[in-house]
């Protein structure tokens, strides 16, 4: 898969990426690619990203004010096959 990282993103963005149809993909440490499937993207930005997102190009993470201590940091890549993804990437 062809793709490069374009720029770090926050919750405006991600959801104007969301209403046009992005892909959203968890990065963790260790772990595979997460895709999530195209019926939960909004679910799970709801439930589980959004109040764990950190702010973008933020220097130091305090990973103990968010819950079970654990965020995401966002980016916008763009895929050929995809067009633009959502990255995550998992912090604990």
Same mark, same amino acid.
């Given at each position: 898969?062809?793709?490069?990282?374009?720029?770090?993103? +926050?919750? %405006?963005?991600? =959801?104007?990426? &969301?209403?046009? +149809?992005?892909?959203?993909?968890?990065? +963790?440490? +260790?772990?595979? &690619?997460?895709?999530?499937? %195209?019926?939960?993207?909004?679910?799970?930005?709801?439930?589980? =990203?959004?109040?764990?997102?950190?702010?973008?190009?933020?220097?130091?993470?305090? &990973?103990?004010?968010?819950?079970?201590?654990?965020?995401?940091?966002?980016?916008?890549?763009?895929?050929?096959?995809?067009?633009?993804?959502? =990255? &995550?990437?998992?912090?604990?």
């Amino acid at each position: 898969m062809s793709a490069r990282r374009i720029e770090p993103i +926050g919750e %405006a963005a991600i =959801v104007r990426l &969301l209403r046009d +149809g992005s892909t959203i993909v968890v990065a +963790g440490v +260790g772990l595979p &690619l997460q895709w999530i499937a %195209a019926d939960d993207r909004f679910a799970f930005w709801k439930n589980e =990203v959004k109040r764990r997102l950190a702010e973008p190009n933020a220097d130091r993470i305090d &990973l103990s004010v968010y819950p079970a201590n654990y965020c995401y940091s966002a980016s916008m890549w763009s895929c050929a096959s995809l067009g633009a993804v959502i =990255v &995550l990437e998992k912090h604990h």
